[in-house]
């Protein structure tokens, strides 16, 4: 299977910066689409940003100039730089693989993909 692990959640006071990493291991031939989603309690998860194995990104429209995805390919790993963040942005941050494809047992890419998600990390931003 696959396994997403999160880093660099925290709190930070109004107008800071935070940079969350994820990365991704196991038996994977390929992700689609890597992507940070965050949720709240008592509300729905929400995209906040994705980005293609091409390098092709989109942003929840509250984040767009704030916010930066980005992806290493080579090592499975996503990015979201967070800047002049705000107490709005406080949530459960949570790194997704999205149409991934693994290796069988004998060694060759599976023929139907699924998506993975994280533990989920804290942001806290506090006013």
């Known amino acids: 299977q696959v396994q997403l692990v999160e880093s660099g959640g925290g709190l930070v006071q109004a107008g800071g910066s935070l940079r969350l990493s994820c990365a991704a291991s196991?038996?994977?031939?390929?992700?689609?689409?890597l992507g940070w989603f965050r949720q709240v309690p008592g509300k729905q998860r929400e995209l906040v940003a994705k980005?293609?194995?091409?390098?092709?990104?989109n942003y929840a429209d509250s984040v767009k100039g704030r916010f930066t995805i980005s992806r290493d390919n080579a090592k499975n790993t996503v990015y979201l730089q967070m800047n002049s963040l705000k107490p709005e942005n406080t949530a459960v941050y949570y790194c997704?693989?999205?149409?991934?494809?693994?290796?069988?047992?004998?060694?060759?890419?599976?023929?139907?993909?699924?998506?993975?998600w994280g533990q989920g990390s804290q942001v806290t931003v506090s006013s």
């Open positions: 997704n693989a999205a149409r991934t494809y693994i290796y069988t047992d004998a060694d060759l890419p599976g023929r139907v993909p699924n998506d993975y």
């Open positions: 196991g038996r994977i031939f390929s992700i689609d689409t």
């Open positions: 980005v293609t194995s091409g390098g092709i990104s």
